[in-house]
Nanobody, 124 residues
Framework: QVQLVESGGGLVQAGGSLRLSCAAS????????MGWFRQAPGKEREFVAV????????YYADSVKGRFTISRDNAKNTLYLQMNSLKPEDTAVYYC?????????????????WGQGTQVTVSS
């Protein structure tokens, strides 16, 4: 059974930085796409970034491009999201997700496994 556990959320001032981590276990993730999504109160879950486990090609939502960086450590089975220049509109619960595919996917419904989420709050 795949388990994804996020950590690293918190409260930060606008312009600050946070790094989220997602520890993955239960499978060999070599053929997996790993993504980050977020959900603000009253809004739908939205795509943030995705990376292929093999090859490490990233893809970002326009709203975070140039500010966020997704990466992974294969040896540690850990996914990261470095978030810089944070804005109040980045406030949300951030989720890690995984799907057994080498194709880059950005729709939440296409992901099979989800973490429990970690809260990120950006104050103005």
């Amino acid at each position: 059974q795949v388990q994804l556990v996020e950590s690293g959320g918190g409260l930060v001032q606008a312009g600050g930085s946070l790094r989220l981590s997602c520890a993955a276990s239960g499978r060999t993730f070599s053929n997996y796409a790993m993504g980050w999504f977020r959900q603000a109160p009253g809004k739908e879950r939205e795509f943030v970034a995705v990376i292929s486990w093999i090859g490490g090609i990233p893809y970002y939502a326009d709203s975070v491009k140039g500010r966020f960086t997704i990466s992974r450590d294969n040896a540690k089975n850990t996914l990261y999201l470095q978030m810089n220049s944070l804005k109040p509109e980045d406030t949300a619960v951030y989720y890690c997700a995984a799907r057994d595919t080498i194709v880059i996917v950005t729709a939440a419904y296409e992901y099979d496994y989800w973490g429990q989420g970690t809260q990120v709050t950006v104050s103005s």
